[in-house]
């Protein structure tokens, strides 16, 4: 367990980069727990600099999945948000993303505590103002 405390965006894209640095070969899926503006976008821009560099992060809200396909393997970006659970999470073919490349998820939440082999939990908590806890678990 890692705990980073990030003062701004900036800090928390770092942090994201980081980690995409010093990820394990055999994770499959960055896992994104946190409430709104908690800055999981963020950490998700900084996670793609380094496994798509130059690849636009935007949030998949709408559409659920978005693709970033400038590094070695494509990367996954979802947002679960609109999803009722585990049931539509599985159903949606994570699956087969899974094998594919690197998955990214925002509200993690959705996957109740079902989270797939080859996972890292990410959890983003507000402290105050724009003081935020960044806990990293790789299992
Ligand atoms: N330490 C911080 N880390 C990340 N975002 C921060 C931080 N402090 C303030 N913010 C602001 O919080 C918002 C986070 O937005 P976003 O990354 O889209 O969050 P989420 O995807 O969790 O909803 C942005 O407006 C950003 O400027
Ligand atoms: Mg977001």
Avoid: Q
């Amino acid at each position: 367990m890692t705990e980073i405390i990030s003062h701004n965006e900036a800090e928390t894209e770092e942090a994201g980069a980081r980690l995409a640095e010093t990820i394990p070969a055999n994770v499959s899926l960055v896992a994104l727990y946190g409430e709104l503006g908690a800055g999981k976008t963020a950490f998700v821009r900084g996670l793609v600099s380094v496994l798509s560099p130059g690849s636009r992060v935007k949030s998949p809200t709408y559409t659920i999945v978005n693709e970033y396909v400038l590094g070695n393997k494509p990367v996954y970006h979802f947002d679960l948000y609109r999803l009722a659970g585990k049931e539509d999470v599985y159903s949606m073919g994570i699956e087969e993303y899974l094998a594919h490349g690197i998955c990214i998820s925002e509200w993690s939440e959705r996957f109740e505590d079902e989270l797939p082999e080859g996972s890292v939990k990410v959890m983003i908590d507000k402290l105050n103002g724009s003081t935020r806890k960044i806990l990293i678990e790789l299992n």
